[in-house]
């Protein structure tokens, strides 16, 4: 059977529609439309197999595929992103073998075997110091707009949860000084907040303007607030405390971690917390505090001295 390559357009087309109407964020939905399909700057499977002149989708294989991964290393995108977009042709060859169109798939579609996953540089997060969140925390002022500012990058702080679960939060997923959060693959963890996250929490919602919306974090209008708002926001406080690193809401989940571990937190109550499926994740903020780790010897070993 000839299935032309037009046809994998409108296949391509398909399987976004349906990660649209499943549980992945809308950015995972925008990135892998832009990995198959490409943009005005190129840089899509489907532009690349254009360019190589496939004529029929069945002329796609394992050699194209690795093909397409130098072209893109050639162009100078980094590893993350590389693996994003093989993670983007493995999801759509297991939509075509789910829905039955082909029967076998040019590359292994679980992301497991001797393929040609590229690894992961494992980039060291960005983290602040316990100085340096200190004085972030303390940037908001006494209006009803800083109090609401207050809360969230306290929320943020206390509890280590991505941007997109503090977006998503309602006023109904609050109980004490506990928060219930909807991560990726829509599951649940429950995180902690401490007083002080707590206390700003109560200030702000004195003052969180009456609105039918269940949001917990909103606007002046009362309508929920979206990430780029929180992330202008953060960076905006962060250069009011004179932070010199390039600041984002994420900054404060690697300094969540950082901090917990330096505290002598266990890994895998930190792994939970973060909501992390794999230890290994977590495992990266242990270079974090290697320095610690140092500290701590040369202050406590007998034979670290003389």
Known sequence: MVLRL??????IDRYILSLSSGSNSRYTVRNYSS????????????QYCERRNIQDIYEVDRQLVRDYLTYLTARGIEKVSLCRKLSAIRGFYR??????TIEQAPIPTSGKGSLISPKRDQRLPEYLTEQETEKLLSMPDNSNIGKRDKALLEVLYASGMRISELCNLNLSDISK??????GKGDKERVVLLGNQAINA??????VRPMTKQRALFVSIRGQRLGIRAIQKMVSNYAKMAGIQKRIHPHTLRHSFATHMLNGGADLRVVQELLGHADLSTTQIYTHLT??????????????SKG
């Open 290 to 303: 290697s320095s610690k780790v140092r500290d701590r010897y040369l202050d406590c070993h007998p034979g």
């Open 6 to 11: 037009c046809w994998m357009k409108t296949s």
């Open 201 to 206: 929490l109560v200030s702000y919602l004195q």
């Open 35 to 46: 990995d198959l399909l490409g943009n005005s700057r190129g840089g899509g499977f489907l």
């Open 177 to 182: 000084d506990e928060i219930r959060v909807t």
């Open 95 to 100: 939509f075509l073998l789910s829905e039955g």
